[in-house]
Each structure stands twice: as structure tokens, then as C-alpha cells.
């Protein structure tokens, strides 16, 4: 729990906190047996809560606190619960599945309305409070699978005796309904112009914590991650000793499927390479 105060000498704009609560649980595994021998897939289920809370006042130091303070008020709460867990396929294979809940809670929303002359030569859209308790929610999916791949090459000739090709590939799945759709409520669209254009809106717009996001998800990612190893052939006093080296710390290509995008659905190839030239 604290509090904060912030003020332009030049602007004077001023910002109050009062109060921000943050109210946390560390992760907990709510189906694990205590006895068990062997774990399976749902006592490694994990589960953590988030809250937090703000309360926020604006405006210039000399008008701040004329009228009704109270409509000034920004304040809202949000919860997060984030749960996971991992389990083998196949033996080789690590799976980790995961959901992500997020909530927000405001004490008022925002509704636009569109209005023109009767002429059609003016128009003007307006922002009105609607000042009853609204709750916004949003969730995702996602997993991931990886293992690790070891491709030993031999040398009978030269320096190497031996060099080690470690490969982690990894996929991962990210799924996230579009809570802008208009049955949710969430987001709504207004008239702009005189030629009947249309924008989406939050009604979360002006919220401390925004609301859900505008958009389905659904993508999957690929990441190769790649390491060399070598041993290498040292002559000494007493004859010929090998010493493990590192020829490459990591090479890694990454790129990510989107499946819902209209277009483009195949993102840019990242290579990335890390090694050690100097002691």
C-alpha cells in the first residue's frame, strides 16, 4: 500500500496517487499429494493471484480540489491468475501448458455518441460518463513444446577429437479469443464523419488498467536453439590432454505463424549468434 504525489512547477499539473494496493500470492499447488512417490500432470498444476488497486486525481494545482473531487476520480481494480503446468510426451518431450485470466473492475465506462446538424455541414462526437460498476475480463492459452537434440561428430585426424551440435528446438501455441467482438460489449464502434466512417472504442478507454485488447490471437512460434561444442588436442610435458571449448555459445532462428492475420501470416527470420572470441 502507497501513495504518490507528482506536480509540474512550470505546467502545474498535478497527479495524486491515493491509495495503489498491491496484493500478491505466491504460486501454490493446490491438487499436489503430499505423499506422492510420482507426480503426474495435475500436481504440477501452479496457480498465483494478482491484485491491484489504484486510485489517481489530475489536474492543475489551483483547480484540483474545486467542485466535486469525486468525479475527478480515476480509480479501478485489477485481478490476475495466471496457471501452469508441465508433463512429458513421449518421454523426451516437455509440454507446458499454461491459462491466463485477467480481470478489470471500474466504477464507470465511457459510451460515444455521434450527432450532426440538420444540414449534414456540422458534426461532433461526444464522450459520456456512464457512472454505474462495469467488469472487463480477458483470457489466453498457451503451450509450448521443447526437447533437446545431441549430434555427436568424431574426428581420427587433426585438432578436434570430437565436436558436440546441441539442438533445442521449441514450439509454442498462443491462442486469445477477440474480446472485441460486439457481443462482449467491450468495445463498441462510433460514427466519425459525415461520410459514415466508423471507429472502434473502449469503454475502458480512460481506465487506469485499459480493458481487454482489440483482436484475436492465434499463432505459432518456433524457436532453434543451437550450441557447439568441441574437444580439442593439446600438446604438454607429458604428452597430449584434450580440453573442452566452446565454438559457438549459441546460434538461434526464430520466426512465428500467425493464423489469424489476413495477410502475411509468416513473420521475419531472426538469426541471433553469440560466442566467445577473447578470454
Known sequence: LNAMHSQNTITRQMDLTLPALTFNVNRFFPFKRENAVRQNVLDKIQVSYLLEAKNTLSGRDSTIFKGNPLDSLNYGMKHTIPISTNFNLFKYITVTPGLNFSSVMYAKSENKTYTESADRTAYKVTTNLVKQPVVGYDASFSTSFNTKLYFDYSFKKGRFKQIRHLLVPTLTYNYRPDFGASHFGFWKKVQTDT????QNYSIFEKGIFQGPALGKSNSLGINLNNTLDAKMKQKTDTGFTYKKVSL?????????YNFAADSFKL???SLTARTLLFK
Do not use: K, P
Open 248 to 256: 559457438l555459445q549459441n546460434v538461434g532462428l526464430v520466426t512465428n
Open 195 to 198: 461520410a459514415g466512417h466508423y
Open 267 to 269: 513473420s521475419n527470420l
